[in-house]
């Protein structure tokens, strides 16, 4: 089947339910003068992309092969999210005591998680360790916390034999330095980047097999060569390096310790068109290519990947409260920018959105095509979500769509100018034909604000002890 009409048919698709749900938005009252902006996901596309990442994976292992597929908890940190995975049969990576929280809260079992994250203190180690969740060590003063954690289970007591006395599979992090893609920001494999050990440095090979060698229960070896921006050739690079350095490491050491290989998330998503491109199918056939070793059943298997799988299913939706002209150019003033679209109003040249208009009822908007900014509500000249942007043109009244934004997006709120969180909502299909929404997080009150904001220690700074006296 040629896969670009295929990923143009599931795009299509994506399109359509998207215009169904920004119009039953509208119509039920979601968006409104209330609440000017919404976030919105896509149920059956997100249970969509999770059955392609099965699929792609199961098409190219050996029969029986272990594969847990982690959503990467930081690309959508929201609990029903997670749960409607979970139901999928992905679990989570965590990287941090609030995500590992948010996976736990969504039910994920410890087979299902994984803790990734750079700077994990004793106490998160202990708690991991203890809950036998799986846990990829940075570097190695943390795998010499994690000594310490093993030694005192020992039969022999402290000081005796390390053994495997905690159910947590236990790794390290390898950083293949392969390079950086076009965004350096999520570009995680470069020389001097700050994840994993330096697996190209002198000396850091030996270090690793030692490490290795000295600890039985060191079973796993993990990278994530990176996130947006990462041509797949580098991926599968970065794979390579991974399932070399674990072959090697077991034959010198004589066992095949190493047991399971995560080769961490990064699949690229397409933010130019409604197509899914690349695919989890593409990707995984390459890796079946270029490393025919890494699938034939010597190797459990782990993927953490996060934006690929929710991306394509978010959209936030504003209400344009002004349409203006200034100095020739049209702006519509919306309610979504930076404190929804962050990195893309930062950074707009590495992350650019494309942006939908819908009409005052919430239908596609037609009509005239004019060069306009789509600006954001917040105070400095910045906040644009997109900059002369040829599209239809917005009017007072009418919705601006920033689409592709499941990950990384409103779900990642920015505090800037005290603009509260917008609620989330999830839709689907109501079995009529019609558009069926629920909440997915409620969205942040002003009093939750101020509260948020130190308002329960008013006089902090003018009371005793600070105030004068
Ligand atoms: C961010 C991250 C991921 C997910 O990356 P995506 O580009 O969202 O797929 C996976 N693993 C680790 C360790 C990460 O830091």
Not at 159 to 173: A, E, H, N, Q, W
Not at 285 to 310: I, N
Not at 384 to 411: I, K
């Amino acid at each position: 089947m040629d896969h670009d009409i295929q990923a143009g048919d599931v795009g299509a698709g994506r399109a359509a339910r998207r215009d169904e749900a920004v119009r039953a938005a509208v119509e039920q009252g979601l968006l409104g003068a209330g609440s000017p902006v919404v976030g919105l996901l896509d149920v059956t596309g997100i249970r969509e992309s999770a059955a392609e990442l099965r699929a792609a994976f199961d098409a190219v292992v050996a029969p029986g092969t272990p594969v847990l597929h982690a959503f990467a908890v930081k690309a959508t940190p929201l609990v029903p999210v997670l749960r409607l995975l979970r139901e999928e049969g992905i679990g989570a990576e965590v990287a941090s005591p609030g995500e590992l929280a948010l996976a736990r809260a969504a039910g994920l079992r410890p087979e299902m998680t994984v803790l990734d994250s750079p700077a994990k203190t004793p106490a998160e180690l202990r708690e991991a360790l203890a809950l036998g969740i799986a846990v990829n060590a940075d570097n190695p003063q943390e795998l010499e916390r994690i000594d310490a954690l093993m030694i005192p289970h020992s039969p022999k007591g402290v000081g005796g034999t390390p053994v495997d006395s905690s159910r947590s599979p236990l790794g390290i992090r390898v950083n293949p330095q392969v390079g950086a893609g076009s965004i350096g920001a999520t570009s995680t494999a470069t020389a001097t980047s700050k994840f994993g050990v330096a697996l190209r440095d002198e000396g850091a090979r030996e270090w690793i097999v030692r490490a290795y060698r000295d600890r039985p229960w060191l079973t796993r070896l993990h990278a994530h060569t990176g996130s947006q921006g990462i041509p797949l050739s580098l991926l599968v690079q970065g794979v390579a390096e991974v399932y070399a350095l674990a072959e090697e490491i077991n034959r010198r050491i004589g066992r095949r310790q190493i047991d399971t290989l995560d080769i961490g998330g990064g699949l690229p998503v397409n933010f130019a068109s409604d197509a899914t491109t690349p695919t989890y199918a593409q990707y995984a056939r390459m890796l079946a290519e270029e490393v025919p070793g890494l699938l034939d059943g010597r190797y459990g298997l782990v993927t953490e990947f996060g934006r690929s799988l929710l991306a394509k299913h978010g959209t936030v939706v504003a209400r344009v409260e002004y349409a203006k002209s200034s100095g020739g150019r049209a702006v519509a003033v919306t309610h979504a920018g930076v404190q929804v679209a962050t990195r893309t109003v930062y950074a707009p040249e590495s992350w650019p959105l494309r942006i939908a208009a819908y009409d005052a009822k919430g239908r596609v908007k037609e009509g005239p095509v004019v060069v306009q900014d789509v600006a954001g509500p917040a105070c400095f000249a910045g906040d644009l979500l997109a900059e002369g942007r040829s599209m239809p043109v917005l009017e007072q009244g009418d919705h601006a769509a920033a689409l592709d934004t499941g990950a990384y997006y409103f779900a990642h709120h920015y505090g800037y100018n005290s603009l509260v969180r917008p609620g989330v909502y999830g839709f689907g299909p109501d079995g009529e034909g019609g558009v069926v929404f629920a909440v997915v997080r409620e969205a942040q009150t002003v009093e939750e604000v101020v509260a948020e904001s130190g308002g329960a220690h008013v006089e902090a700074l003018t009371g005793s002890p600070l105030g004068l006296v």
